[in-house]
């Protein structure tokens, strides 16, 4: 019964901003740790941050400081807050949901495209 539906991607400008929602069922997935992973053609899918349920949080070095991983529990939705995009960012972004401690579920993944 898992389900996990991103939305948010699009085109955008270098420089510009786009954010990400991952909308999170059923609802006791609130007390699981969750994030976003990233892959683009030819490279190697990369975690780009994730937040425990209690709102802790993590990113990759690439994107520090431009991006900010948030939750809100009450709506069962994480976000992916994007600024400065740089085209290097183009990939197709997925949220995940960890269920084990060697088990995630992951979306359908949204296409994040920056150009230059």
């Known amino acids: 019964q898992v389900q996990l539906v991103e939305s948010g991607g699009g085109l955008v400008q270098a420089g510009g901003s786009l954010r990400l929602s991952c909308a999170a069922s059923?609802?006791?997935?609130?007390?699981?740790?969750m994030g976003w992973y990233r892959q683009a053609p030819g490279k190697q899918r990369e975690l780009v941050a994730a937040?425990?349920?209690?709102?802790?949080?993590n990113y990759a070095d690439s994107v520090s400081g431009r991006f900010t991983i948030s939750r809100d529990n009450a709506k069962n939705t994480v976000y992916l807050q994007m600024n400065s995009l740089k085209p290097e960012d183009t990939a197709v972004y997925y949220c995940?949901?960890?269920?084990?401690?060697?088990?995630?579920?992951w979306g359908q993944g949204t296409q994040v495209t920056v150009s230059s």
């Open positions: 059923p609802s006791i997935l609130r007390l699981s740790d």
């Open positions: 995940y949901v960890r269920i084990g401690p060697l088990s995630d579920y």
């Open positions: 937040i425990t349920s209690a709102g802790r949080t």
